[in-house]
Every structure is written in C-alpha cells, then in structure tokens.
C-alpha cells in the first residue's frame, strides 16, 4: 500500500510524524522509531525566554532579583531547569541529522515579536529539513484586544519565514476566534503548514494546601475531535501542509485525520506509554483499512469526509450541534 505522503514540501514515507516532546533527547531511542517506520521527527522546542536569557545575560540579572524577593523565583526556570541551552539544543539538532535518515524538523516556541526570531537562522544551519513555530501565549491583559495578538503572531511568521530558506509551519491554538481567516493569513505570510493544534499546561488546584499545582497530563483518543473538526473545515480552503496534533493513539486515529484532510499526524503520548511498536501496528492498521476499502494510496482518501462537498459548513455545524443536544432522552 502506498501511503507516502507531502508535508511542508517533503515527500514522507507515511503520515506519522514523532512530535516535539524529550523523546528527541535520546539517539538510540530515535533510531528504534526510525526503525518502526516513523516518517520525520520534531525536535522539541527552543523557547524564546532560553534565547533571550543566553544572550542577555538575564539569567544572573532575574536570579540576583529573585534572591531578594522569594516569590519571584516562581516565575521562571533556572538555568539548569531547561533540557538544553541554545547552543546545545543546535549540537543536539545536528546530532539528528547526523544519526536520521528520516528528515528532522526544528521547533521555536514564542510569544513576542523579536531578536530570538534570528535565531531561526542559527537553525538553519544545522541542517534541519524544517521548521515549525509554536505561538504559545495565555492573554491575560484586558488591555490587549485579539486583534493585536494575532497581529504580532503573523509579524512573528513573517519574520522567520523571510530569514529562512526552509519550509515554516506554525502550531496553533484551539482558541483563535476565526481559525479559518487565520490560517489564510499564515498562508498569506509565507508559512508552508499549519498544525491544529498545541496542547496546553492546565494547572490545578491543591484545596488542601491552598496551591497551584502543575501537571502533565498525556493525551486521549477524545481530544482528536476538536482536530477533526478544523482539519475537515480548512482542509479544502486552504494550501498549507496540515497536520492533526493530540489524540492521535491508534491507526483509528490516523484514519479519521486523514479523512478530515490532514496530511500527516503527530504522535507523542502514545509514544511514551507503549514505546516504537505502537508505529508499527498504526501503520497495518492504515494499510489494512486502506485496502479494505478500495483505496490504493493514502492520497486518494484524504479529505474524504472534509466539508467540501457542503454548500455551507456553518450552517451543517450548526444543524448538527442543534441535533445533538436534542437527542438526549430521559
């Protein structure tokens, strides 16, 4: 069964992308993935705020303020708190590249317009086949409307998309108040693909010690609904690369992005709880169901159940969303 597939412009071998977690800290661990047929690996992200303090110097600058105020020292990591500084995050990138023949793809992750964007180009250099930005903000300034947000995201884009060479995708947020119109504009900016969407730190309550606690929690097969729902929406209105991330656990999964209009799928959780062979029965699963339904390619059922075919997608979510919430019977 053919099941190669294009992603940000790279021909892949199959739609199952390692994502940006630890996982791309351990070589020998990557090469059993590559092994069990993984199609590219995303290193995890190198954050704005490791930029910046490595070039500013404000680690030494932010420790001597905590140190006179306890409660500031919650604000940020330590130095040592981050897996790698920059400079190690770029030998670990080139390490990949080195030691993959599947294509490896970088991660940055910010909020702010600014000089660490420049830092899209030290990636570059290393060799990575791609690059994909995570915009990960929580407004909380009543101050700053949606608009402003989502202006200085797509300056974000822009300014990486101008000082590299390689292709650009950008994780998004669940919670844009027009997805569609904002995936247009990455379009617009130069960005190659788009992946719908980021995951989230929820933190929670300690009612006993009266304290925020963090948490990690893994994702669930459920979590794939919301992805499905915009994937099957902006698949037919768009050219972007896209790609469903969270959720993804078993060929199933794999099945229903597809179908929605995904190119490829990002797999992690299911990664850290069953190890490689997970690949390995997502993809028998894929070619089994493929074959079973007459399909011979991958390519030929994707987008199959997008909302193409409806005259007006709001108004078919909307009838849907009425029909289900009368279809409750005491």
């Keep these: 069964m053919n099941l190669t597939t294009r992603y ?14 630890p996982i791309c800290d351990d070589l020998d661990f990557c090469l059993r993935l590559e092994e069990a047929g993984a199609a590219a690996l995303i290193m995890h992200s ?7 303090f490595e070039e500013s110097a404000r680690f030494r600058l932010l420790e001597g303020i905590a140190d006179s105020n306890p409660e500031a020292n919650n604000y940020f990591p330590h130095r040592e708190d981050y897996a790698l500084t920059p400079d190690l995050y770029l030998r670990q990138l080139a390490r990949l590249k080195a030691t993959l023949k599947i294509p490896v793809i970088a991660s940055l992750n910010g909020y702010r317009p600014g000089g660490w964007i420049d830092h899209a180009r030290r990636i570059e250099t290393t060799g990575a086949d791609a690059l994909e930005l995570n915009l990960y903000s929580l407004p909380t300034n009543p101050d700053i409307d949606s608009d402003s947000i989502e202006s200085d995201q797509l300056f974000i884009v822009r300014g990486v998309v101008e000082s590299v060479h390689i292709p650009v995708s950008v994780k998004l947020s669940p919670w844009l108040t027009a997805p569609a119109h904002f995936i247009r504009e990455l379009e617009l900016c130069g960005a190659k693909g788009a992946v719908l969407f ?34 099957a929406i902006v698949s ?53 169901w493929l074959e079973t339904h007459d399909y011979t390619s991958l390519e030929e059922a994707r987008g199959a159940l997008n909302l193409s075919r409806c005259p007006d997608p709001a108004a078919h979510e909307r009838a849907n969303y009425v029909k289900i919430l009368q279809s409750w019977k005491l």
């Design 8 to 21: 940000l412009g790279l021909t892949l071998r199959n739609p199952l992308i390692v994502g940006a977690s």
């Design 236 to 288: 037919p209105q768009t050219t972007l690369s896209l790609a469903a991330s969270g959720g993804v656990h078993t060929a199933q999964e794999v099945i229903k992005a597809t179908l929605a209009g995904a190119h490829a799928t990002q797999i992690v959780s299911a990664l850290l709880r069953e190890g490689p062979g997970v690949i390995r029965g997502m993809l028998h699963g894929l070619s089994q």
């Design 46 to 52: 190198l954050f704005e705020e490791q930029v910046e």
């Design 198 to 231: 980021n995951r989230f730190y929820q933190p929670d309550f300690d009612i006993e010690a009266l304290d925020v606690t963090s948490q990690l929690r893994l994702s669930d097969p459920s979590e794939l609904l919301l992805r499905l729902r915009w994937l």
